[in-house]
């Protein structure tokens, strides 16, 4: 997950600058769009027609390209604002005095982001678009992560094999949820979780806290369709 947003606000590569001269409802119409791309890219995923944002915004399709020429262009506009939630969240659990519950904390709002909105899970874990530098971002990432796990082990609240890279396997699992409707996946993304934590600390209490709700789930929620086609990102 990156950790910091590397760009600036309206310096988006490939996407067309802001003359100093354009009208406010122009400005206006600017966030409309990237309101409607949002919305579009995390309900369907950042594959989802250019045509579905610019009918969610209320606007053409060649209104739309004017502005954002590629869908890399229209992706990292639309996401910049989660660059920037990723980092503060960041701060909070390096600032949290308790390492192991700004861990935790931590994990639990990439979870339920991952499980909630489809945009994320591709700009975040599938390195789309590409005019972010993920290696800068990745490194940030890991680095910030081995310090909190550090500073967890130190005060010993995680058990010693605790590994960095337990954290990705645990945002996989997690992200296999991202099918389910919302009120399945978020109630089962804080459970599993909370189940994994546990499994994580060096000392778990002998009467472990309650358990978030379980998920409405059976077994039919296995099943997953057959895809027709393999899925293409479109211009």
Do not use: W
């Not at 082990?153 to 995680?158: D, I, K, M, N």
Request: aromatic residues 6%; charged residues 25%; glycine residues 4%.
């Amino acid at each position: 997950m990156p950790a910091q947003p590397s760009h600036k606000r309206a310096e988006h590569a490939g996407e067309r600058p802001l003359p100093d001269s354009l009208r406010a409802d122009a400005r206006r119409n600017r966030e409309r769009v990237l309101e409607a791309a949002r919305q579009v890219f995390a309900a369907q995923g950042v594959d989802a027609p250019m045509s579905a944002v610019a009918r969610r915004a209320g606007v053409g399709v060649a209104t739309l390209y004017r502005r954002f020429p590629t869908r890399s262009a229209l992706v990292t506009a639309a996401f910049e604002d989660q660059l920037a939630v990723c980092a503060t969240a960041f701060d909070e659990a390096l600032a949290d005095p308790d390492p192991g519950h700004g861990l935790y904390a931590l994990l639990e709002k990439v979870c339920v982001t991952l499980v909630t909105d489809r945009g994320f899970e591709t700009v975040f874990m599938a390195h789309f678009p590409e005019a972010l530098d993920y290696d800068r971002e990745r490194a940030c990432a890991e680095e910030r992560l081995s310090l909190l796990v550090r500073r967890a082990r130190a005060t010993g609240q995680l058990r010693e094999d605790f590994d960095p890279a337990d954290i990705p396997l645990l945002l996989l699992a997690v992200s296999g949820l991202a099918a389910q409707p919302p009120e399945t996946a978020v109630p089962a993304a804080r459970r599993l979780l909370t189940y994994l934590f546990q499994s994580f600390q060096a000392h778990p209490p002998s009467r472990p806290g309650p358990l978030p709700p379980a998920p409405p789930m059976d077994l039919s929620g296995l099943h997953r369709p057959v895809p027709v086609h393999t899925a293409t990102v479109r211009p």
